[in-house]
């Protein structure tokens, strides 16, 4: 393929990148401003509804302001009731009218509406027939007539009118008696009401006395102070800012698992269309015993008023930045083949000058002395690493080593083992014969602690991390060395930090860890003294300065950690072993006694939890370990 081939290509692939991230970075900016969107437009219907709640939870406090009147057995005349009435609506102008509805018996029928003539002189009680007309009330055991209204002016069809005429609307009467609490009604036509706005009736029922049971309700009922509310008015009332006139909302009545009722429709203009993929439900809380909600969908002036520019800019602007890359890409590879040219040209001049160098031989055998200086220590360095990657394969091959060890080599020391205790049962007692035994015993147990550290040696690799409480492993690891402890007459003093942070361990392995150290700090100290055991939190940075260490490992200085730090009264290190306590195999103790794997595995345990270990003498004598973790 020729310089110019390869130029079309290269063209060709950052067109296509550059118009496919472009394409991809306008449409993730789009998508994203489109969710803000849809967060916004939810939240405005959320202060909708709660705005609209709480209109109606005011107008419900109106009836118990009323209610007042009526307690303890007063029945205020009409024009008591009217002037405070009139205090209300002149504060809460989406109420229609406020009414008392007295509980009439049909034998006081005739009573009731002969005392109320003397305000209204045609009054009797009236009922609305089919054909929507208003007539005088049928005979029935009770009534529910309205008895005060305010305004009267406007209210006229309404007074005398027996709400007990609709059989629905006694249900929810005897209902809110029942239950003692106010109730709302369906949605209905307003006898007030020429249109075609809906209203609803909150009822709240008037006691004498305290009853608390339902047949004391009914005996000791009185009447209702009853609200006539339009919600129409209401919700207009509850409009919160002109900005959510981009919002359609339908009010629903959805009390009626079978069924609901459409109470208001909220168009904010006509012509406009709505985006119908966008549709919001808001269920309103328990409104008197009426379940509300409001259904909303944004029209596409509310989406474009709010759509941000950013998406189409970003787009073009990719495009317009893929064009001059490309330009550029063109420009670049005129000039690499006019490049191209002038190398060809000058390569026969060098061609021409390497003729000549040939003859300085003095310059080639000081570039050769460099070269060789050069080769000597590309190969000392390259010896090192050789020596870095067998210490590495060394360290596999004795964990691989170790697992097959631990079963060829498990199963007869315990073979061994039973015919060591049989022989100690059956044999004459025989000192020279006990002594041998006893060296058997002693080998084979020697043999298999090897094992065993071989074994966790070789199981270090794996971890099972969770998120633990540092201070619960180290008290359940004490509790298992606890028979030692008391043993060697060692005493264990705890300052563990309380409400440490959390770290991410393998549990059983860090036990492990603990044991290993505890152990380790026994032995050291033979009989009697003391091992201190310290918790803290801190920063790393901070550690770092008190112990005069360099390591951060998968730290950050500014990471947040956990410290442990464990204390003897031992004799301490030899400072020639220092450097070699981690190595495998290396002990210090006597022989028989341990395997010099156990700080080996310790320091793997450490290093697969990304944590540090530091060892050292104490000023005062004895050691000190420090464990380092990152919290979480």
């Given at each position: 393929?020729?310089?110019?081939?390869?130029?079309?290509?290269?063209?060709?692939?950052?067109?296509?990148?550059?118009?496919?991230?472009?394409?991809?970075?306008?449409?993730?900016?789009?998508?994203?401003?489109?969710?803000?969107?849809?967060?916004?437009?939810?939240?405005?219907?959320?202060?909708?509804?709660?705005?609209?709640?709480?209109?109606?939870?005011?107008?419900?406090?109106?009836?118990?302001?009323?209610?007042?009147?009526?307690?303890?057995?007063?029945?205020?005349?009409?024009?008591?009731?009217?002037?405070?009435?009139?205090?209300?609506?002149?504060?809460?102008?989406?109420?229609?009218?406020?009414?008392?509805?007295?509980?009439?018996?049909?034998?006081?029928?005739?009573?009731?509406?002969?005392?109320?003539?003397?305000?209204?002189?045609?009054?009797?009680?009236?009922?609305?027939?089919?054909?929507?007309?208003?007539?005088?009330?049928?005979?029935?055991?009770?009534?529910?007539?309205?008895?005060?209204?305010?305004?009267?002016?406007?209210?006229?069809?309404?007074?005398?009118?027996?709400?007990?005429?609709?059989?629905?609307?006694?249900?929810?009467?005897?209902?809110?008696?029942?239950?003692?609490?106010?109730?709302?009604?369906?949605?209905?036509?307003?006898?007030?009401?020429?249109?075609?706005?809906?209203?609803?009736?909150?009822?709240?029922?008037?006691?004498?006395?305290?009853?608390?049971?339902?047949?004391?309700?009914?005996?000791?009922?009185?009447?209702?102070?009853?609200?006539?509310?339009?919600?129409?008015?209401?919700?207009?009332?509850?409009?919160?800012?002109?900005?959510?006139?981009?919002?359609?909302?339908?009010?629903?009545?959805?009390?009626?698992?079978?069924?609901?009722?459409?109470?208001?429709?909220?168009?904010?203009?006509?012509?406009?269309?709505?985006?119908?993929?966008?549709?919001?439900?808001?269920?309103?809380?328990?409104?008197?015993?009426?379940?509300?909600?409001?259904?909303?969908?944004?029209?596409?002036?509310?989406?474009?008023?709010?759509?941000?520019?950013?998406?189409?800019?970003?787009?073009?602007?990719?495009?317009?930045?893929?064009?001059?890359?490309?330009?550029?890409?063109?420009?670049?590879?005129?000039?690499?083949?006019?490049?191209?040219?002038?190398?060809?040209?000058?390569?026969?001049?060098?061609?021409?000058?390497?003729?000549?160098?040939?003859?300085?031989?003095?310059?080639?055998?000081?570039?050769?002395?460099?070269?060789?200086?050069?080769?000597?220590?590309?190969?000392?360095?390259?010896?090192?690493?050789?020596?870095?990657?067998?210490?590495?394969?060394?360290?596999?091959?004795?964990?691989?080593?170790?697992?097959?060890?631990?079963?060829?080599?498990?199963?007869?020391?315990?073979?061994?083992?039973?015919?060591?205790?049989?022989?100690?049962?059956?044999?004459?007692?025989?000192?020279?014969?006990?002594?041998?035994?006893?060296?058997?015993?002693?080998?084979?147990?020697?043999?298999?602690?090897?094992?065993?550290?071989?074994?966790?040696?070789?199981?270090?690799?794996?971890?099972?991390?969770?998120?633990?409480?540092?201070?619960?492993?180290?008290?359940?690891?004490?509790?298992?060395?606890?028979?030692?402890?008391?043993?060697?007459?060692?005493?264990?003093?705890?300052?563990?930090?309380?409400?440490?942070?959390?770290?991410?361990?393998?549990?059983?392995?860090?036990?492990?860890?603990?044991?290993?150290l505890f152990m380790n700090a026994i032995h050291a100290m033979g009989s009697k003294g003391t091992l201190l055991i310290r918790t803290y939190a801190g920063e790393l940075i901070n550690e770092l300065k008190k112990h005069n260490l360099s390591f951060t490992g998968q730290f950050r200085l500014t990471n947040d950690i956990v410290v442990i730090e464990i204390e003897d009264t031992?004799?301490?290190?030899?400072?020639?072993?220092?450097?070699?306590?981690?190595?495998?195999?290396?002990?210090?103790?006597?022989?028989?006694?341990?395997?010099?794997?156990?700080?080996?595995?310790?320091?793997?345990?450490?290093?697969?939890?990304?944590?540090?270990?530091?060892?050292?003498n104490r000023k005062e004598g004895g050691v000190i370990v420090s464990i380092i973790f990152k919290a979480i």
């Amino acid at each position: 393929m020729n310089l110019k081939h390869k130029s079309v290509l290269i063209i060709s692939l950052v067109l296509f990148v550059g118009i496919l991230a472009s394409g991809l970075s306008g449409w993730s900016l789009y998508r994203t401003d489109e969710k803000a969107i849809i967060n916004d437009f939810r939240k405005d219907v959320d202060e909708r509804a709660a705005s609209f709640y709480r209109e109606v939870s005011i107008n419900l406090e109106t009836l118990y302001s009323l209610s007042v009147m009526f307690s303890e057995g007063n029945l205020p005349s009409l024009p008591q009731f009217s002037v405070e009435a009139k205090k209300i609506l002149n504060r809460h102008h989406d109420i229609k009218a406020l009414e008392w509805i007295p509980r009439v018996s049909h034998s006081d029928r005739l009573a009731y509406e002969k005392m109320n003539r003397h305000y209204f002189p045609n009054f009797q009680f009236t009922e609305r027939e089919s054909q929507g007309h208003m007539v005088k009330a049928k005979d029935r055991s009770e009534y529910y007539p309205v008895y005060y209204v305010e305004p009267v002016k406007g209210n006229e069809a309404a007074i005398g009118f027996d709400l007990a005429s609709n059989s629905t609307r006694r249900e929810t009467l005897e209902k809110s008696i029942s239950n003692a609490r106010p109730l709302a009604t369906a949605s209905i036509k307003l006898v007030q009401e020429s249109g075609t706005q809906k209203g609803f009736l909150i009822f709240l029922p008037i006691y004498i006395g305290n009853p608390s049971t339902v047949a004391e309700y009914h005996l000791n009922f009185r009447g209702f102070v009853l609200g006539v509310f339009r919600i129409g008015d209401i919700f207009r009332n509850s409009v919160l800012s002109e900005h959510l006139m981009g919002i359609n909302m339908i009010l629903r009545d959805e009390t009626s698992d079978s069924d609901y009722d459409t109470l208001h429709y909220h168009i904010p203009r006509t012509g406009i269309p709505v985006n119908e993929s966008i549709v919001y439900k808001k269920y309103l809380p328990d409104i008197s015993g009426r379940k509300w909600s409001i259904t909303a969908k944004p029209t596409i002036r509310y989406i474009s008023d709010r759509r941000s520019r950013l998406s189409e800019v970003v787009f073009f602007t990719g495009l317009i930045l893929t064009l001059i890359l490309s330009l550029y890409v063109r420009f670049i590879s005129r000039q690499t083949a006019i490049i191209k040219q002038n190398v060809v040209e000058r390569t026969q001049r060098l061609s021409e000058v390497n003729l000549k160098l040939v003859k300085t031989q003095k310059e080639l055998k000081i570039e050769q002395k460099r070269t060789k200086e050069l080769l000597e220590m590309r190969t000392e360095e390259l010896r090192e690493t050789q020596l870095q990657l067998f210490q590495a394969e060394k360290m596999d091959t004795i964990g691989k080593l170790s697992a097959g060890i631990a079963h060829e080599v498990k199963n007869p020391l315990a073979v061994i083992k039973l015919g060591i205790n049989y022989f100690q049962k059956t044999l004459h007692k025989d000192e020279d014969i006990d002594g041998i035994i006893q060296d058997m015993d002693n080998a084979v147990h020697r043999a298999d602690s090897v094992i065993k550290e071989l074994v966790d040696f070789s199981a270090s690799k794996e971890l099972n991390l969770e998120k633990q409480e540092l201070n619960l492993v180290v008290g359940e690891s004490l509790l298992l060395v606890k028979h030692e402890l008391t043993k060697h007459n060692i005493n264990v003093e705890t300052r563990l930090e309380e409400n440490l942070p959390f770290v991410e361990i393998d549990r059983n392995k860090l036990q492990q860890v603990f044991i290993n150290l505890f152990m380790n700090a026994i032995h050291a100290m033979g009989s009697k003294g003391t091992l201190l055991i310290r918790t803290y939190a801190g920063e790393l940075i901070n550690e770092l300065k008190k112990h005069n260490l360099s390591f951060t490992g998968q730290f950050r200085l500014t990471n947040d950690i956990v410290v442990i730090e464990i204390e003897d009264t031992g004799p301490g290190i030899n400072p020639e072993d220092e450097n070699k306590i981690f190595e495998p195999f290396f002990t210090t103790k006597m022989a028989g006694v341990g395997t010099g794997l156990g700080l080996t595995v310790t320091e793997n345990i450490i290093r697969l939890h990304n944590a540090f270990i530091d060892i050292k003498n104490r000023k005062e004598g004895g050691v000190i370990v420090s464990i380092i973790f990152k919290a979480i």
